[in-house]
């Protein structure tokens, strides 16, 4: 069947901002007093969660106890300190090739992503990434790696699961695409059974371009 859109990951998918996230809660934590040397602690193990549960998990470890109040608190910074920096990047290539053939053969364009709608957003306009939908962590009750968000995606989109790719970079999205019925998987540097295993917006360019005229 023909592909009519794609679902897409965010963070690390579209856009290289593992470091951005890590820095701002690296710069909200210095606010009250609590070093993060991002050489030493090992937050690769959060990546992927939305805000609020990185942010129980990691205080957690240090054994820090917050209020609803100071979460509230310290989310709000955080979102803060990560928008401004979203403004400093820019689009590579690869992804402006993979944006050009959206536009091109006007495939519907999902972007589901476990961040707050305003983070999101930032990052979207700072790369000029234009697209039919987006789902935050705002949107729904239930964030990857459950399908709730997918399946939000596929509704709102109107197509059919044969009709759509999956696009990600972890498990987390992997789990999520195949609870949710999408069997045409693509993930960034990640090997996994039920996926394609792609380096670059640019290998799925090209596998989604051969697709699209054949």
Not at 2 to 13: P, W
Not at 163 to 170: A, F, Q, T
Request: aromatic letters at 8%; a positive charge.
């Amino acid at each position: 069947m023909k592909i009519k859109g794609i679902i897409s990951d965010l963070d690390g998918t579209l856009a290289d901002t593992k470091n951005l996230h890590f820095e701002a809660w690296k710069k909200t934590a210095e606010k009250f007093g609590v070093k993060v040397d991002l050489k030493i602690n090992n937050l690769e193990k959060f990546w992927g969660l939305k805000d609020l549960d990185f942010l129980i998990k990691y205080t957690k470890e240090l054994n820090i106890k917050l209020d609803s109040n100071m979460i509230k608190h310290i989310l709000s910074l955080k979102s803060q300190e990560y928008q401004q920096l979203a403004r400093s990047i820019k689009p590579d290539k690869c992804l402006e090739n993979f944006l050009s053939l959206i536009s091109k053969y006007k495939l519907k364009f999902a972007i589901v992503t476990s961040s707050m709608k305003n983070d999101a957003r930032a990052v979207l306009e700072a790369l000029n990434i234009k697209y039919d939908l987006l789902i935050s962590s705002d949107d729904v009750k239930n964030v990857k790696p459950d399908p709730e968000p997918i399946i939000l995606a596929i509704e709102k989109l109107g197509l059919k699961k044969e009709e759509i790719i999956g696009l990600g970079d972890s498990i987390y999205d992997i789990i999520a695409y195949k609870k949710a019925g999408l069997d045409k998987i693509f993930l960034i540097n990640q090997d996994y059974a039920d996926a394609i295993k792609i380096h670059s917006l640019c290998d799925i360019s090209n596998l989604l371009f051969k697709e699209l005229i054949s």
